[in-house]
Nanobody, 125 residues
Framework: QLQLVESGGGLVQPGGSLRLSCAAS????????IGWFRQAPGKEREGVSC????????NYADSVKGRFTISRDNAKNTVYLQMNSLKPEDTAVYYC??????????????????WGKGTLVTVSS
């Protein structure tokens, strides 16, 4: 079965850290740009960060710059999102998505080839 599976979410206190993983099953991520998106309750989905297939290009939403770091390990077929200095407003379901087109992942416009089912991140004291 071809799918993306997110993991690493959970409950964390403000100021804490989490590392999310996005693992591919049934296909290789080598040629795909990967984006992380999130959706908070009652809000629209927004782009958080993305990384090109080679890992040479990355992009971040202004709200997470300096706090989140995206990386990939193609040997492990996995993309990571390291989240530091978490804030309550980071609370959301986080999804990863894959596209062969970098512009699709950067803009969030157009059809992704694959979506994960999401992992919940809750930042609360």
């Amino acid at each position: 079965q071809l799918q993306l599976v997110e993991s690493g979410g959970g409950l964390v206190q403000p100021g804490g850290s989490l590392r999310l993983s996005c693992a591919a099953s049934g296909f290789t991520l080598d040629y795909y740009a990967i984006g992380w998106f999130r959706q908070a309750p009652g809000k629209e989905r927004e782009g958080v960060s993305c990384i090109s297939s080679s890992g040479g290009s990355t992009n971040y939403a202004d709200s997470v710059k300096g706090r989140f770091t995206i990386s990939r390990d193609n040997a492990k077929n996995t993309v990571y999102l390291q989240m530091n200095s978490l804030k309550p407003e980071d609370t959301a379901v986080y999804y990863c998505a894959a596209s062969l087109e970098w512009i699709v992942v950067v803009t969030g416009v157009g059809g992704m080839d694959y979506w994960g089912k999401g992992t919940l991140v809750t930042v609360s004291s």
